[in-house]
């Protein structure tokens, strides 16, 4: 199995990226993206793709969920992958340990601005790339009631790193 793009999701400030969960799914048309969760449970992503599944081709290949903590996974998952959007610091360190060329490995937050191919995959379908300018939303607590309440709010930004694995409290641009 080839992973296209591994994509750590990780709440910042306690709430959840939804907009690059949304966009992380729809990327998947073109291969598998694994969402690496990060204190996330899979039944909460699933409240925030609920909506957008039924909008999409039933034959796209997806997304994987992958616990964070499950390291033979995590790992497996990012030697296959193109591209790497980290949104920690630990996470960015360890990828690296792992031999991951810098250059792979992209903040979230930056990930609109590494280059057109990684804006049009983590665009949204209509080829925007602003998804990655990351709101967030709260997590939703009633799946009833989930979709209103996601009133998307900016998310602490983050600053670009300098691209080399150092320890993760001296890398900017990751929490």
Request: proline share 7%.
């Amino acid at each position: 199995m080839h992973i296209r793009d591994v994509v750590e999701i990780s709440r910042s400030n306690g709430r959840l990226p939804a907009r690059l969960i949304e966009a992380s799914y729809q990327a998947s048309q073109d291969g598998l993206v694994a969402l690496v969760l990060r204190d996330i449970s899979p039944q909460t992503v699933n409240l925030i793709l609920d909506p957008i599944v039924p909008s999409l081709p039933l034959n796209i290949p997806g997304v994987l969920y992958i616990d964070a903590d499950d390291e033979t996974r995590v790992r497996e998952a990012v030697l296959s992958a193109e591209i790497i959007f980290a949104a920690t610091a630990d996470f960015r360190a360890m990828v690296c340990r792992w031999g991951v060329a810098p250059r792979m490995i992209v903040p979230v937050s930056h990930a609109h601005r590494h280059g057109h191919d990684i804006a049009r995959r983590m665009g949204d379908s209509r080829g925007q790339s602003g998804v990655c300018d990351a709101t967030s939303a709260p997590i939703p607590t009633n799946p009833q009631t989930a979709n209103s309440a996601w009133k998307a709010q900016p998310e602490q930004r983050l600053s670009r790193d300098a691209g080399n694995c150092v320890k993760p409290e001296t890398v900017a641009g990751f929490n």
